[in-house]
């Protein structure tokens, strides 16, 4: 079982909807939470950092953490078919450096 | 402010060759991770140099090595090539050790035959 679990989809939602995307994670020394965003053919995007439990909001994005469960989520609003892309969550202990453990990935797409 | 670059952009290899490929940190970041990225297993961290020195190391074979240079200019070298190791290698940089704010290159593509 991998340390970091994401549905790989392809979650598919019409132009305007709230998106859902979730991680699961069983290292409970994870502690800084990320979601990037990547298109195809580029490197990952930094969307959202966020450190211990609780929620952060940026423009349309959304991220919450729940460590007791070892759940995050990612809510992105109104969404826009430029969103359509594949999302990662990555984790971190404290001490790790700049190691991070990603999920698998989740392939959104909004359709117009 | 220009982004994290990688070159080559995309690199065929054979088997059994070895590679090098390049990245330039943005201007100011001293922390370089490299990860590699399959359908597969996903991305995978490799290792992280900070001050020319490497601070982390994932779990992957000694065929592959990295290095820093002083202007936090980093290279990957993977040696005696294998068809697994056909991947998107990806560069990430930081402004210091333990920041776990990464900001990735758009990645050297490796086809090995």
């Known amino acids: 079982q991998k340390e970091v679990e994401q549905d790989p989809g392809p979650l598919s939602v019409p132009e305007g909807a709230i998106v859902s995307l979730n991680c699961t994670y069983s290292n409970s020394a994870f502690q800084y939470f990320m979601w990037y965003r990547q298109y195809s053919r580029k490197g990952p995007e930094l969307l959202m950092y966020?450190?211990?439990?609780g929620n952060k909001e940026d423009g349309r994005f959304t991220a919450q953490v729940d460590k007791s469960s070892k759940y995050i989520s990612l809510f992105i609003r109104d969404s826009q078919p430029s969103d359509s892309a594949t999302y990662l969550c990555a984790m971190s202990p404290n001490n790790a450096g700049n190691m991070l453990t990603f999920g698998g990935g989740t392939r959104l797409m909004v359709k117009p | 402010k220009a982004g994290v670059t990688q070159t080559p952009r995309y690199l065929i290899k054979t088997r059994g060759q070895q590679v090098t490929l390049s990245c330039s940190p943005i201007?100011?970041?001293?922390?370089v991770s490299w990860y590699q990225q399959t359908p597969g297993q996903g991305l995978q961290f490799l290792f992280e140099y900070f001050s020319e020195t490497q601070r982390n190391k994932g779990n992957f074979p000694g065929r592959f090595s990295g290095r820093q240079f002083s202007n936090s200019r980093s290279e990957m070298n993977v040696s005696t090539l294998e068809l697994g190791d056909s991947a998107l290698y990806l560069c990430?940089?930081?402004?210091?050790?333990?920041?776990?704010?990464?900001?990735f290159g758009p990645g050297t593509r490796l086809t090995v035959l």
């Open positions: 990430a940089s930081s402004a210091r050790q333990g920041a776990n704010e990464q900001f």
């Open positions: 201007s100011g970041h001293r922390s």
């Open positions: 966020t450190y211990s439990s």
